[in-house]
């Protein structure tokens, strides 16, 4: 499947609901360096939310080279492994003001989808992707529920 929004099973993913039994899930985020290298980073159901199967809102540790390379490139591509199939989504992001009030410090960043890609082989079938799991569930669980509510105001 190709187009220019998600699957509705990576949306049931995403959509910042009951973050506790999606806390092994782990996804990358891959940006461009400005030396023009590809920059890879991990990133939680704790840091991502979908708003619709189009649009989603990133909230990114400040002063990192992720956030960097996606304040000055405006481009990333999230990269997901899912219910057996790899999925590749272009995003086109634009940062979104400060929360004053905010409960934790991030970049935040409204992120449009450019091209949502499902990739899986005829002849092997992926059975994981990036599995976590957390030193301290309860205080990271609660930590990315206050995250998404962060996010999606």
Known sequence: MNGMEMPE????????????????????????????WPHTAMISVGEIVAVSR???R????????????????QKATLVLF???????????????KELPNAQHQRERFYAQIVEARED?????????????DLKNPKEVVERWSETIEDLLR
């Open 120 to 132: 899986m082989a005829k002849y092997a079938e992926i059975t994981s992707g990036i599995k976590i």
């Open 9 to 36: 099973e990576v949306f049931d993913l995403l959509n910042g609901k009951e973050p506790v039994d999606k806390q092994h899930e782990a996804m990358m985020l891959l940006t461009v360096s400005e030396e023009g």
């Open 82 to 96: 899912w219910k057996g199939k790899a999925q590749y989504i272009r995003l086109s992001l634009e940062r979104l």
């Open 54 to 56: 189009k649009e989603l």
């Open 58 to 73: 990133i909230g990114l540790w400040p002063d990192t080279s992720t956030t960097a390379n996606v304040i000055r490139t």
